[in-house]
C-alpha cells in the first residue's frame, strides 16, 4: 500500500463514526457477541494492515462460513473485543457494519429499495441513545448508510445473499432509498 492511500486511509478512518464508548461500554446486551458482520476482501486487507501496523498480534484473525467475518473466541465473541477495556482494538478500521450499528439493512429485491432499519432500544442502549439525541442520531444516519451502501457494492453476490437471510429482530424501519443497478445485478444472478 503506497504512503499516500495509508495517509487517505487514515483520514477517512478517523472521520467513519463519533466514539459511542461511553453508552456502549455499559450496554449488558454485547453486540460483539454472535454479530459476525460480513468483511469485504478490501476491509480484510485493511484490518490485516491495522494489526500489523500496530504490533496487535491475532492468530487466524477472520472466519468463513457463508461469508467471511471476524472469528469468535470459544465464547462467541468478536476476537477484536478487549473484554477487560470493552473496547474494539480495531475500532478505526472495524467492519462497515460494526460502524453502521444500531442501524441495518435489508435489500428488497423486488422494488428495488436499500431498507433501513433501526434496533430497538430494547436491544441496544446506542438505538436509545441515538433516539433521544436527533442531532447524533442524524449524523450517525449519515455515515451509516454511507458505509452500508460500501460494504453492499463491495461484497460478492454470495456473500450478499447470505448476509440478506440474517434475521433482525426487534427494528424498526427507517426509510428506504433505491439500490444501485449492480448491486440488484448481482441478486439476480
Not at 460480513?38 to 485493511?46: A, G, M, N
Not at 470459544?74 to 450499528?101: M, Q, R, W, Y
Not at 439500490?179 to 448481482?186: C, G, M, N, Q, R
Amino acid at each position: 500500500m503506497s504512503a499516500w492511500t495509508n495517509m487517505s486511509l487514515e483520514a477517512g478512518n478517523k472521520r467513519r463514526q463519533a466514539d459511542f464508548y461511553d453508552v456502549c461500554r455499559i450496554c449488558p446486551n454485547g453486540c460483539c457477541i454472535g454479530a459476525r458482520p460480513p468483511l469485504t476482501p478490501r476491509r480484510r486487507r485493511v484490518i490485516g494492515n491495522f494489526l500489523q501496523q500496530n504490533g496487535i498480534a491475532v492468530d487466524t484473525p477472520f472466519e468463513n462460513g457463508a461469508y467471511m467475518f471476524p472469528r469468535e473466541t470459544d465464547d462467541g465473541c468478536c476476537i477484536f473485543l478487549n473484554k477487560n477495556a470493552k473496547k474494539c482494538l480495531i475500532h478505526s478500521v472495524k467492519p462497515e457494519t460494526c460502524v453502521a450499528g444500531p442501524i441495518t439493512f435489508d435489500i428488497n429485491a423486488e422494488t428495488g429499495k436499500l431498507e433501513w432499519f433501526l434496533k430497538t432500544s430494547k436491544i441496544c442502549s446506542l438505538a436509545g441513545f441515538l433516539y433521544k439525541d436527533r442531532e447524533s442520531y442524524s449524523r450517525h444516519e449519515k455515515s451509516a448508510k454511507r458505509e452500508i451502501r460500501r460494504l453492499v457494492q463491495e461484497l460478492d453476490a454470495e456473500a450478499l445473499r447470505a448476509i440478506l437471510t440474517i434475521d433482525e429482530p426487534d427494528t424498526v424501519k427507517m426509510g428506504e432509498d433505491d439500490v444501485a443497478p449492480e448491486v440488484l445485478a448481482k441478486l439476480k444472478l
